[in-house]
């Protein structure tokens, strides 16, 4: 196949050499409102062109390419006495496959791992390019089969007002389940 970025034969969808330059990850962190730290591996802007594939065909390649340069390391790197589960936000399949349970099946180590289907939104209202105030009064209304008593690490594609996952570790409290942290892909505070 092509490389979608340069354009040359590859075996992967992105090739080796457009991987090293491009994909290499610049982690941030930001505190949301309620407290919740979140950590991402690349800044929107840096990883725009390829998370753009995501309503593609070409779109689990790219995000399972992603999350090997980002998820998998961290895990690798990630060592706590307590058993985790990794929870992504809503990872129900849309477009033929699910984003972001191809980032939280990348992180499983000794302690921590991966929960399919236990933070799934009742509603489905297109946040993309809205305002905070509009999130806020079209909540997810999340659906959690998480068992109580747990820890977790949220996870989700993007970051950008947060409010998304304010609410999903919100719900986990009331479930009785404490987020440690969240982990998103990119932090797209400016969208
Ligand atoms: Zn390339």
């Given amino acids: ?12 969808i992105v090739c080796k050499e457009c991987t090293k330059l491009f994909l290499e990850p ?9 407290g919740l730290r979140v950590d991402s591996f690349y800044n929107y802007d840096e990883i725009a ?17 992603l999350a090997k340069k ?11 006495h307590l058993n985790i589960f990794a929870i992504a936000v809503d990872d129900g ?16 180590n000794e302690s921590i791992k991966p929960l399919f ?18 999130r806020k009064a079209h909540p997810r209304e999340f659906e959690c089969k998480v068992p109580k008593d747990s820890y977790a690490i949220l996870i ?3 970051v950008t007002t947060g409010s ?16 440690l942290f969240a982990l998103t892909l990119a932090n797209a505070n400016n969208y």
């Fill in 93 to 108: 399949v849309k477009d033929g496959y699910s984003h972001t349970a191809i980032l939280s099946n990348e992180l499983k």
């Fill in 49 to 65: 062109p390829f998370l753009h594939t995501k309503h593609t065909v070409y779109g689990s390649k790219v995000f399972k390419i």
């Fill in 164 to 179: 998304t996952l304010v609410e999903a570790s919100q719900k986990l409290k009331n479930e009785g389940v404490e987020t």
């Fill in 117 to 134: 289907g236990a933070l799934r939104a009742k509603s489905s209202f297109k946040y993309s390019g809205k305002s905070l105030e509009y």
């Fill in 26 to 34: 610049s982690p941030s962190f930001r505190i949301l409102s309620n």
């Fill in 156 to 158: 989700d594609d993007l």
């Fill in 70 to 80: 980002s998820f998998l390391p961290f895990a690798k790197n990630f060592k706590s």
């Fill in 1 to 12: 196949m092509k490389c979608l970025s340069c354009g040359r034969w590859s075996f992967k």
